[in-house]
């Protein structure tokens, strides 16, 4: 189950946005959380995206391409969706802006004049949920992004983990340590070390699938995941939202707590 947290980003929130040439990678942290991490492109050469701290200063609409004249809308403009333009360089948020764009595949790569170009459902929502003033800290270096960690509750008990094998999220979706949540709903758990591929059985249901594939395989049908199995410190992660479909469980989430709750159907 996919659990979004998106919404009108107001003044009393703190916002902020990271983005990271190194990687090509876009943070969205909302009052000290990480709550999304997007792909976006930068500059073609290292100096053409401007590093430091700036603020959103602009925000537009379909903008209008000046330079050839080119309307917001227009599937050979450039800019694409949405236009969130930064005072980078002593500018007034026309010069260097977080865009849309009309070439998705350059995203992920060092592609464009200088601003940073995101997929147009990206910088949508991002447009939506990034006020005015925002913060915006461009960089080129490792990270560490902190997330708040998210608590596992199953039929009204809240599960434990140990060490890392807590929840966690990846853009709308939670991820589970797949043998802890499995065992406690009474599953059987099997695992693939050649293939890195994860079973998990019970009754007459079973689900396969494997560490960087979102190849689900539920009775032997194919049901492609949102966001691909991960294997972390000898703990496979896989979206809540598999349990719950394969298992017959609701999947609930309190955005206020950051718990996600399954509860038997029925």
Known sequence: ??????????????????????????????????VKILPVATGRSPGLTPEGSFKVVKKLVWPYYTKLKIPGGSP??????????????????GTYGIHGTSNPKSIGKRASGGCIRMFNKDVIWLYN????????????????????????????????PVGASGAYMVNDT??????LVAETMGCTVSWDET?????????NNAFSATVNSTALYV????????????????????????????????????????????????
């Open 1 to 34: 189950m996919l659990f979004m947290l998106s919404g009108t980003a107001y003044a009393a929130d703190e916002v902020k946005i990271i983005i990271n040439k190194k990687v090509n990678k876009l943070a969205y942290i909302k009052n000290g959380v990480t």
């Open 76 to 93: 050979r403009n450039p800019l694409g969706a949405r236009w969130l333009g930064l005072d980078a360089c002593g500018t007034s948020g």
């Open 129 to 160: 949920n990034t006020p005015l003033n925002t913060p915006v800290e461009i960089m080129n270096k490792e990270w560490v992004l902190n997330q708040k960690p998210v608590t596992i509750v199953i039929e009204g008990k809240t599960i434990t």
């Open 174 to 179: 939670v991820l589970v340590p797949c043998r």
């Open 195 to 203: 293939k890195q591929q994860v079973t998990v059985y019970s009754g």
């Open 219 to 266: 009775n032997g049908s194919l049901r492609p995941m949102k966001v691909a199995a991960a294997l972390k410190a000898s703990i496979v992660y896989l979206p809540v939202r598999v349990f719950a479909d394969v298992f017959g469980y609701q999947a609930a989430w309190d955005n206020n707590t950051y718990t996600v709750s399954l509860t038997k159907a029925g």
